[in-house]
């Protein structure tokens, strides 16, 4: 069983499309957590999840929309893609602030044409 | 401002020993990780530290020195499958999430 499953792992889309990733833990940890992977593999965090609240909301283009419909799902919905927004975004979970570490998902890969 | 800092590429003969760097400059701090992550796949929990001192896991062992901001990671025994990168991480203060360093490339040669 996976811990972390995000789906989907590839995602081709052109510029201006809207597009959905969705992300489910079945740790029952109580925090998750959105990053992105860019091109030079800076891992930077977007947003944080606590038990469905959002804590943490980096500076981000509101184009960018998370969902927590749950504490095991933490969806991330991007609106009027841009070429810039492509990246390697990569789901996490932790129980707490994350003191006993991250769990990372296996990462989608967007591109945008 | 939060900065982590790691050499970008390093490279290693199988069988070595190898140290991978890692200086830190921070508003706080809560605990050092190492991870590992191959290409194309996702980062994987190497290792914590939050006190100073050495932290031996089987052929991987971290240290840290808190009043130098510093920490390295020590690979031993180097296996082919020991290629990838290798990223630091600081919690700067208790209910902040992680600081990433930009990842040192680690390429290991037979």
């Known amino acids: 069983d996976t811990a972390v499953s995000q789906t989907p792992k590839y995602l081709v889309t052109q510029m201006g499309n809207d597009k959905s990733i969705k992300c489910e833990q079945n740790l029952g940890h109580d925090t998750m957590y959105w990053y992105k992977q860019d091109s030079k593999k800076f891992l930077k965090i977007m947003f944080s999840y606590n038990n469905k609240e959002l804590i943490i909301n980096e500076t981000v283009p509101n184009r960018f929309s998370p969902k927590s419909p749950d504490k095991a799902h933490l969806n991330l919905h991007i609106n009027s893609l841009e070429l810039g927004d492509s990246a390697v975004y990569f789901c996490?979970?932790?129980?707490?602030?994350?003191?006993?570490?991250?769990?990372f998902g296996s990462g989608t890969r967007l591109t945008v044409v | 401002g939060q900065n982590i800092d790691q050499p970008t590429e390093m490279t290693a003969t199988e069988g070595a020993i190898v140290q991978i760097n890692c200086t830190y400059q921070?508003?706080?701090?809560?605990?050092l990780f190492w991870y590992q992550q191959h290409a194309g796949e996702a980062p994987t929990f190497l290792s914590y530290n939050v006190l100073d001192g050495l932290e031996e896991k089987g052929r991987f062992s971290s240290f840290l020195s808190r009043s130098k901001g510093y920490s390295y990671l020590l690979l031993k025994e180097l296996q082919m499958k020991d290629s990838a990168s290798y990223l630091c991480?600081?919690?700067?203060?208790?209910?902040?999430?992680?600081?990433f360093g930009p990842g040192t490339r680690l390429s290991v040669l037979p």
């Open positions: 996490a979970s932790s129980q707490g602030q994350g003191h006993y570490g991250y769990t």
């Open positions: 991480a600081v919690i700067p203060n208790y209910g902040q999430n992680f600081v």
């Open positions: 921070t508003s706080g701090f809560n605990g």
